[in-house]
């Protein structure tokens, strides 16, 4: 019987046993190998069709079972592998410090905002305890209540440094010496006769202020 179209194709040889049936309408049960050893062994040698079908039925469901069984076991082993969480070290990230103006830098900032006028904001680097020591003034209402700080840098014109050297440093004091020339606006010029300008850190706004000068 050859193969019919339909859902179920089986195959027949001589006494009507029933060899396999497959699904697939495109397989050519002339061509399959079990069929011709089949038909082989049961024209030539003389063993019966129904024999000879159990023996390499059995030996290839062994067979097939052997492989199936190996394949489940390797797929098991890899997804075993795969499934394995991969450790991850955490990699601490430092912190960037936080950059501190120098004592020399913030002398300079200091004396800049005096010639360029920006008094409100070189009032800002100075220290309560220097405005009332060697100002002479009180911290209330700021620079603009200050005549002698007005009057004074209000007359000055340029502010040259010729000289700026810390000589002292700690983490929370420092002490230069500046040799500074003032020059008025009336042409007058002026060498400041107290060089040594003490200062100390403020924490709290990470900046260094006028504390002392003498």
Same mark, same amino acid.
């Given at each position: 019987?050859?193969?019919?179209?339909?859902?179920?194709?089986?195959?027949?040889?001589? =006494?009507?046993?029933?060899?396999?049936?497959?699904?697939?309408?495109?397989?050519?049960?002339?061509?399959?190998?079990?069929?011709?050893?089949?038909?082989? $062994?049961?024209?030539?040698?003389?063993?019966?069709?129904?024999?000879?079908?159990? &023996?390499?039925?059995? #030996?290839?469901?062994?067979?097939?079972?052997?492989?199936?069984? *190996?394949?489940?076991? =390797?797929? *098991? =082993?890899?997804?075993?592998?795969? *499934?394995?969480?991969?450790?991850?070290?955490?990699?601490?990230?430092?912190?960037?410090?936080? !950059?501190?103006? #120098?004592?020399?830098?913030?002398?300079?900032?200091?004396?800049? @905002?005096?010639?360029?006028?920006? !008094?409100?904001?070189?009032?800002?680097? !100075?220290?309560?305890?220097?405005?009332?020591?060697?100002?002479?003034?009180?911290?209330?209402?700021?620079?603009?209540?200050?005549?002698?700080?007005?009057?004074?840098?209000? #007359? &000055?014109? =340029?502010?040259?440094?010729?000289?700026?050297?810390?000589?002292?440093?700690?983490?929370?004091? @420092?002490?230069?010496?500046?040799?500074? &020339?003032?020059?008025?606006?009336?042409?007058? &010029?002026?060498?400041?006769?107290?060089?040594?300008?003490?200062?100390?850190?403020?924490?709290?706004?990470? *900046?260094? $202020?006028?504390?002392?000068?003498?």
């Amino acid at each position: 019987m050859k193969a019919t179209t339909g859902t179920l194709h089986c195959r027949t040889i001589q =006494s009507g046993l029933i060899i396999s049936c497959n699904r697939n309408r495109n397989v050519k049960w002339d061509e399959h190998p079990i069929v011709k050893v089949i038909t082989f $062994l049961s024209a030539f040698v003389g063993i019966p069709a129904g024999i000879v079908a159990v &023996v390499i039925y059995f #030996s290839g469901y062994n067979y097939w079972h052997e492989l199936r069984q *190996s394949w489940k076991a =390797s797929n *098991s =082993s890899v997804s075993t592998v795969a *499934s394995s969480p991969t450790s991850v070290q955490e990699i601490a990230t430092p912190t960037s410090p936080v !950059l501190t103006v #120098s004592p020399e830098q913030t002398i300079r900032d200091y004396y800049s @905002a005096i010639e360029e006028q920006r !008094l409100g904001d070189a009032w800002q680097m !100075l220290t309560e305890h220097f405005i009332e020591t060697f100002i002479g003034c009180s911290t209330a209402g700021g620079y603009v209540n200050c005549k002698s700080y007005n009057d004074w840098w209000s #007359s &000055v014109k =340029s502010i040259q440094i010729k000289e700026l050297i810390v000589t002292e440093l700690t983490n929370t004091t @420092a002490t230069a010496y500046v040799r500074i &020339v003032y020059t008025q606006f009336d042409g007058t &010029v002026i060498q400041d006769t107290k060089p040594h300008i003490g200062l100390i850190f403020r924490a709290n706004t990470n *900046s260094w $202020l006028f504390d002392q000068k003498w």
